[in-house]
């Protein structure tokens, strides 16, 4: 396992700010469905339009953690389970166990399967999200706070006191390979990737989502 100053930190590079939103005090978790970012608030996920910034739609489910869509559906911690909400009706269709049973944080869907971030337990575990067995468990040495995939590159949100990172680490090895640092204070709860340039980072308890800048360098 590599430790926090084994790879070179870069500044990260935040191209834009999103909200806060009226009546969401803080930002849980992050996906992205091409067009929109979706953002949990707690009681509510926003539908954000990436280019102008409005809130487009809502959603009333508990959403205290991460998000992920897998192309067609939503999928939302809960607590200690996972729903699978379908976007155009706002139903919740399916649900598995959270394999934290509450203290997951982040979540991202790659390869068919979920990527569920273990905060406290400095993990990412892969999940059936038919059935909710741990598939795979993947060892970080930092509070894991949100998960993405984007080019087969993994990576992950870190947030311990007043610093956070974002980190791309071997899937296999756990080694970070790229860390991106936020500013003092600015915190990353929930990670997703548009699948290009950039990745958009929910900001906890400032209410806000950022979009900071993808590494070129990781695109080779």
């Not at 926003?46 to 508990?62: E, H, K």
């Not at 269709?93 to 049973?101: K, R």
């Not at 990172?165 to 990737?193: F, N, Y």
Request: proline content about 5%; aromatic content about 6%; glycine content about 12%.
């Amino acid at each position: 396992m590599q430790s926090n100053t084994t790879t070179p930190a870069q500044a990260a590079e935040i191209v834009r700010e999103y909200g806060p939103f009226p009546g969401a005090s803080a930002i849980h978790g992050v996906t992205h469905d091409g067009r929109h970012v979706w953002a949990a608030t707690g009681e509510k996920l926003l539908a954000l339009d990436a280019a102008s910034g409005d809130v487009t739609r809502t959603i009333d489910r508990p959403c205290d953690a991460g998000t992920a869509f897998d192309g067609k559906y939503l999928y939302q911690l809960a607590e200690a389970r996972i729903d699978k909400i379908d976007p155009a009706s706002g139903e919740v269709v399916a649900s598995i166990p959270a394999p934290g049973q509450g203290t997951d944080s982040g979540m991202a869907w790659a390869e068919g399967s979920l990527w569920v971030g273990q905060w406290r337990n400095r993990k990412i575990v892969q999940v059936d999200p038919e059935t909710g067995a741990v598939l795979r468990t993947i060892e970080s040495n930092r509070f894991v706070t949100g998960v993405t995939w984007v080019d087969g590159e993994l990576w992950h949100g870190t947030w311990e006191e007043d610093e956070s990172e974002i980190r791309h680490i071997d899937p296999a090895s756990g080694a970070v390979l790229e860390r991106l640092q936020m500013p003092a204070g600015t915190g990353v709860s929930g990670l997703e990737s548009d699948g290009a340039e950039l990745f958009y980072c929910g900001g906890g308890g400032s209410g806000k989502v950022r979009a900071v800048r993808r590494p070129k360098a990781a695109k080779a």
